[in-house]
RNA sequence: GGUCGAGUGGUGGAAUCGGUAGACACAACGGACUUAAAAUCCGUCGCCUGUAAAAAGGUGUGGGGGUUCAAGUCCCCCCUCGACCA
């Protein structure tokens, strides 16, 4: 006899292609159509295209941001809910050199096998408004935004310092360095100054610092961001250097402590370092700058490793006490921070209580109020002002508007806010990225290039590295690239440096609103109607840079009026990682899960026999624990591969992903398939019925309760894996009853719709309806159904549960507590004691008797 | 070192405003069905005492202390892990 099993192999895929021929999700482009609903932009972080596809973790974050997409359709939003692909970048280009192919291509091939992934999931993405960074049509868009910064003073060239690979000549990034060497290749690094677009993210520090206070995102992200900015006020001192008309500029958090400042430090790169560096110390202050300039500023700034300086021989005067005292040069002082020079108060300051405990050098307390002598430990907190003459007696914040108040009068000195954040470093000596809009004309000035010339596209070159003469891949292109005629008839050669990786995903989410617009970005209507973004979900990695480069350009393009809104991010959400089991040897070596087998409860290699350690980390590429979607949908389906990765936590939790506990949502979708198939006939179910759903009391009441929870769960995001548990006590109760109502199941299926779309479209259609139940309207509950005549007291003697009272559901307070003193199992344990206070808790259905 | 977050059965995790700890699953175990197995259905499942089995009781949310009629939840100290920063 014939099986009629749940196949998901089967259903899934066809009504994918019914979603895709009858452009389901597709939205309206059309203003007026769209303004007759409500709107809701839901987007996911596009993925980095990179050849390794899409694996379990990437779909942690875009199953629950499809659900909600679903969920606020059926609630009768129009859903911008767009997918694309962040496809420029490094790892596209080091495939391209190492496969001999070009990155266009590569990134062809890769786009179509995420896409392909994606389509299997059935994520209700509307596909028609699908982007690509690394296309012409794309990429103009960003080269002409480029052009708004340019026009408004906010990109400009700067000799930096760079991570420089001689072996490789090119540039690398912080990440790419470790320990002053190439990670992948060993060789080795240094810093150097180089020329580079800047971008002046720094002018909007103050706006990006008050507006997170807006925003709908997590505290602790907002904390990392601010933290990043990394926002202090304080004072601008000048130093004089002693017999000389030289003087240097400190800046300083701490003012108050000026009386205590007994020696000052400049940074080894900066520039008064050679000249008032005393004849007798000039050789070892030279030894001491060219080693620190190879240091990381990680390296020198770590409170952990021992503070290391040399003394320059000169002397600098306090400003407040005339006093002596002399000028060093140490590392742990970064030219990047502040005025590349500090004045130092060992007294209260931990580093500098180090170093001149180290050194030698005199520490006087200004601030009192420790707890161990100066000498021993600095005092950071807050105090009292002493042997500080002015300022004496006064506590450290009225100090310091005292002693900033003196250094403006004097002309010593002045109020300034000091920001931790840097320019963004905005050029690339790479290829597979956007080329500036920009020429320079022979006399060194730079023109940009008229709007109608975009986009600028990328030539074809024979090799992608630098040339022999250290300029960059695009130098290869032929004179028919390089060489470019302006409108006014000058010629100039185009800039040949490249955005970097993150410059094509600052405006992605406002390119989907007006995908294939070829006169500007975006339609403004179309961006007054459905920015900002309401739910922005995406893994932590990005807390800071991503999040904090896109409200930058946001910013931006809102002084130019082009965007209405300030932010564009309004509601944020980090999903948590997804860890998995990995297998290492001894020497760190990584193995794949079915190279690994497990002997006598200790891990072993299948091949070698070598004995394995295995942890549960984050699930990556590298880690070897990398489990494919296709996989799981090849032996599950897409709705258990949905289902499961909602299941298994919080969306904000990192859990480990475990094989059975996918086969756990697996039966879960065959009992529901059952409740509506007969699997013996593949007819319906014969427990089905055309009756009323009130007719199984139990059952609608369990229904309506689903459909509460199930609604509340998903509104909040990170408690989807609830509404599940919902759904399956639902479900068990529905397998036990004696029959079942259509109307009920029908019901059930909306709540089950944006979790598993496949299958309660498949059970809809079979139940006799038309059309895409991810089109129809989400259910409520009726509170009157869950109420009920009789409720559970809980009685507890001493806090204690001692019994379950069914009562009346209008019992009053009285009734309760004589219900409770005269129940058998209470008086056991109120016998002959005296009933000391009865507190009645209506509201929690709890009495408890203190004895 | 600093900031923030977390620690609950064999496992993933539930638990609203301080009010029944362990929902829902996984694994395990037992039973029904089967020639057998798979699948399915039913049941047990924190630990300890207790019992033939029950009943019943004690104890229990990283450790210690506190507030409260009542603490996984609030406060203080400590330990461990994670993220970010230095």
């Known amino acids: 006899m014939e099986n009629h099993p749940y196949a998901p192999a089967e259903i899934e895929p066809y009504w994918q292609a019914e979603w895709q021929e009858k452009s389901a999700f597709k939205i309206p482009n059309d203003i007026e159509t769209l303004k007759t609903k409500p709107k809701f932009y839901v987007l996911g972080m596009f993925p980095y295209t990179s050849g390794a596809g899409l694996h379990v973790g990437h779909a942690k974050n875009y199953v629950p941001s499809d659900v909600?997409?679903?969920?606020?359709?059926?609630?009768?939003?129009?859903?911008?809910?767009?997918?694309?692909?962040?496809?420029?970048?490094?790892?596209?280009?080091?495939?391209?050199?190492?496969?001999?192919?070009?990155?266009?291509?590569i990134t062809e091939r890769n786009t179509e096998t995420f896409q392909q992934q994606m389509q299997r999931i059935g994520f209700s993405y509307d596909w028609s408004r699908k982007i690509d960074t690394s296309v012409p049509e794309y990429y103009r868009w960003t080269q002409w935004i480029f052009l708004r910064l340019y026009e408004k003073g906010l990109a400009y060239l700067a000799d930096v310092p760079v991570n420089w690979c001689p072996a490789l000549g090119t540039v690398l990034s912080n990440e790419e360095v470790k320990d002053g060497k190439y990670v992948e290749t060993?060789?080795?690094?240094?810093?150097?100054?180089?020329?580079?677009?800047?971008?002046?993210?720094?002018?909007?520090?103050?706006?990006?610092?008050?507006?997170?206070?807006?925003?709908?995102?997590?505290?602790?992200?907002?904390?990392?961001?601010?933290?990043?900015?990394?926002?202090?006020?304080?004072?601008?001192?000048?130093?004089?250097?002693?017999?000389?008309?030289?003087?240097?500029?400190?800046?300083?958090?701490?003012?108050?402590?000026?009386?205590?400042?007994?020696?000052?430090?400049?940074?080894?790169?900066?520039?008064?370092?050679?000249?008032?560096?005393?004849?007798?110390?000039?050789?070892?202050?030279?030894?001491y700058v060219k080693e620190a300039i190879n240091k990381s500023d990680l390296q020198r700034t770590d409170l952990a490793t021992e503070k290391t300086g040399v003394f320059t021989g000169a002397y600098a005067i306090n400003p407040c006490n005339n006093a002596p005292i002399p000028i060093w040069v140490a590392d742990y002082v970064l030219m990047t921070y502040g005025t590349g020079a500090i004045m130092a108060v060992p007294g209260h300051d931990?580093?500098?209580?180090e170093f001149a405990s180290a050194f030698g050098i005199p520490i006087v307390e200004v601030i009192s109020g420790g707890e161990k002598p100066i000498e021993e430990a600095p005092f950071e907190g807050d105090g009292v002002c002493v042997n500080s003459d002015f300022l004496n007696g006064l506590r450290v914040a009225d100090a310091k508007e005292r002693m900033i108040a003196w250094l403006e009068s004097e002309e010593r000195g002045t109020r300034q806010v000091q920001y931790r954040l840097r320019d963004w470093l905005f050029s690339r000596q790479r290829y597979w990225g956007e080329p500036f809009p920009l020429a320079h004309l022979e006399d060194g000035t730079i023109v940009q290039l008229p709007d109608e010339e975009l986009p600028v596209e990328l030539p074809l070159i024979d090799a992608?590295?630098?040339?022999?003469?250290?300029?960059?891949?695009?130098?290869?292109?032929?004179?028919?690239?390089?060489?470019?005629?302006?409108p006014d008839g000058q010629t100039a050669t185009r800039e040949t440096n490249i955005m970097p990786q993150w410059a094509g995903s600052c405006w992605y989410y406002l390119r989907f609103l007006d995908a294939h617009n070829t006169e500007v970005p975006f339609d403004p209507e179309l961006e007054r109607y459905w920015m900002p973004?309401?739910?922005?979900?995406?893994?932590?990695?990005?807390?800071?840079?991503?999040?904090?480069?896109?409200?930058?350009?946001?910013?931006?393009?809102?002084?130019?009026?082009?965007?209405s809104t300030k932010e564009p991010f309004q509601g944020l959400l980090n999903q948590g990682t997804i860890l998995a089991q990995s297998y290492q040897d001894a020497k760190g070596k990584y193995y794949?899960?079915?190279?690994?087998?497990?002997?006598?409860?200790?891990f072993v290699a299948k091949a070698s026999g070598v004995s394995l350690q295995t942890q549960i980390e984050k699930m990556s590429k590298s880690r070897f624990n990398v489990i494919n979607s296709d996989d799981v949908i090849d032996n599950y389906g897409a709705d258990s591969l949905r289902l499961y990765l909602l299941f298994i936590g919080p969306f904000t939790a990192s859990t480990p992903w475990q094989d059975a506990g996918v086969e756990g949502v697996y039966r879960f979708l065959q009992r529901v398939w059952r409740l509506v198939i007969d699997e013996d006939s593949g007819e319906l179910s014969e427990k089905l019925t055309d009756a009323a759903g009130t007719t199984e009391s139990e059952l609608w009441r369990e229904l309506h309760k689903t459909i509460k929870q199930v609604t509340e769960d998903t509104e909040s995001i990170d408690?989807?894996?609830?509404?599940?548990?919902?759904?399956?006590?639902?479900?068990?109760?529905?397998?036990?009853?004696?029959?079942?109502?259509?109307?009920?199941?029908?019901?059930?299926?909306?709540?089950?719709?944006?979790?598993?779309?496949h299958i309660a479209q498949e059970l809809w259609h079979r139940l006799g309806e038309t059309g895409f139940i991810a089109l129809s309207q989400w259910p409520t509950h009726d509170e009157a159904v869950l109420t009920s005549a009789t409720v559970t007291i809980i009685a507890q003697v001493n806090g204690k549960l001692r019994n379950r009272l069914e009562l009346p559901a209008d019992a009053t307070e009285k009734e309760i507590e004589e219900a409770a003193l005269a129940d058998e199992r209470v008086q056991r344990f109120i016998e002959g004691k005296p009933i000391r206070k009865v507190i009645v808790v209506s509201k929690r259905n709890l009495i408890n008797i203190v004895v």
């Open 592 to 602: 794949y899960p079915h190279e690994a087998e497990e002997k006598d409860g200790e």
């Open 719 to 757: 408690k989807m894996n609830t509404a599940i548990s919902q759904m399956m006590i639902f479900v068990n109760t529905a397998t036990q009853a004696k029959s079942l109502p259509k109307e009920i199941l029908k019901i059930f299926l909306h709540l089950l719709s944006p979790y598993a779309p």
């Open 464 to 486: 992608y590295k630098p040339t022999e003469d250290g300029k960059p891949p695009l130098a290869r292109a032929d004179a028919n690239w390089l060489k470019v005629t302006l």
């Open 68 to 105: 909600f997409a679903n969920f606020r359709r059926m609630q009768g939003y129009h859903v911008m809910h767009p997918m694309g692909w962040d496809a420029f970048g490094l790892p596209t280009e080091r495939t391209a050199v190492r496969e001999n192919e070009h990155p266009a291509h």
């Open 533 to 563: 973004v309401d739910s922005y979900m995406g893994g932590a990695e990005h807390a800071v840079l991503h999040l904090l480069y896109a409200r930058f350009w946001h910013k931006v393009l809102y002084d130019c009026g082009l965007v």
């Open 350 to 353: 931990e580093r500098d209580h």
């Open 186 to 287: 060993g060789d080795p690094v240094e810093r150097r100054l180089m020329r580079q677009w800047m971008l002046k993210i720094t002018a909007y520090a103050d706006r990006l610092l008050e507006d997170l206070d807006v925003l709908d995102w997590p505290e602790g992200l907002k904390e990392m961001q601010r933290n990043w900015i990394g926002k202090s006020e304080g004072a601008d001192i000048t130093f004089k250097i002693k017999e000389s008309d030289k003087t240097f500029t400190v800046f300083t958090t701490r003012p108050d402590t000026l009386f205590g400042a007994t020696y000052c430090v400049l940074a080894p790169e900066h520039p008064l370092v050679s000249e008032i560096a005393h004849p007798d110390a000039a050789s070892a202050v030279n030894a």
